[in-house]
Structure formats: structure tokens, C-alpha cells
């Protein structure tokens, strides 16, 4: 079985700093995609940032230059650091990978809360 087990949530002043861990465990042979999404009260779940096991990136727009993602492949795990956070990035955070154990499977963490403060 395999898991996802994200940390690094809480709360954080306006213009401070996060950085959130996510880590996969269990029967995994390979993984492709890691990534984080969040979503709001009220709204729909949304990508943030990915990253393929080769390295390229894909962030929203909303987050560029201020949020980087990272990912150690010897460890299973990816990171997000958050800088110059702002209010409308108050959301749970998902960690997200496409593993393969058997075949390739869409994993998601637990969701880990940030509140940025104003």
C-alpha cells in the first residue's frame, strides 16, 4: 500500500514563509509527476505546482516567483517552499503523485492546513 504523508502546514503572518514536505512510502516502483494543489473554502481544488522526476516544472500563475518546488527522487519526496505569502493562499494543501506500483496510480495526501494571516 502506499502512502502519502505531507507536513510543514500552519499559520503564518502576511509576507512570511512556509515550507511544506510531502512524503511517499510503501510498494512503489517508480513515480512520475509530484506535486502540490490546495483548495479553499468555497472553491475548487487547484494545481499549484508540480514536478516531473526528470526535474521541469509547472506552477500557476498565482504563485510564480514566490513558491519553488523540489524534489529529492532518492527519498520519495517533494518539497514547497512558500515565500511572500499572501491571504489568498490560506488553503489545505495536497500533496499529489502518480506512482507506480502494479501499474500507475494518482496518490494524495491527507491535506495539511495554511493559514496566512493579514
Known amino acids: 500500500q502506499v502512502q502519502l504523508v505531507e507536513s510543514g502546514g500552519g499559520l503564518v503572518q502576511a509576507g512570511g514563509s512556509l515550507r511544506l514536505s510531502c512524503t511517499a512510502s510503501?510498494?512503489?516502483?517508480?513515480?512520475?509527476?509530484m506535486g502540490w494543489y490546495r483548495q479553499a473554502p468555497g472553491k475548487q481544488r487547484e494545481l499549484v505546482a508540480r514536478?516531473?522526476?526528470?526535474?521541469?516544472?509547472t506552477y500557476a500563475d498565482s504563485v510564480k516567483g514566490r513558491f519553488t518546488i523540489s524534489r529529492v527522487n532518492a527519498k520519495n519526496t517533494v518539497y514547497l517552499q512558500m515565500n511572500s505569502l499572501k491571504p489568498e493562499d490560506t488553503a489545505v494543501y495536497y500533496c499529489?503523485?502518480?506512482?507506480?506500483?502494479?501499474?500507475?496510480?494518482?496518490?494524495w495526501g491527507q491535506g495539511t492546513q495554511v493559514t496566512v494571516s493579514s
Open positions: 499529489n503523485a502518480d506512482i507506480w506500483t502494479q501499474e500507475w496510480v494518482d496518490y
Open positions: 510503501g510498494s512503489i516502483f517508480s513515480i512520475n509527476y
Open positions: 514536478i516531473a522526476s526528470g526535474g521541469s516544472t
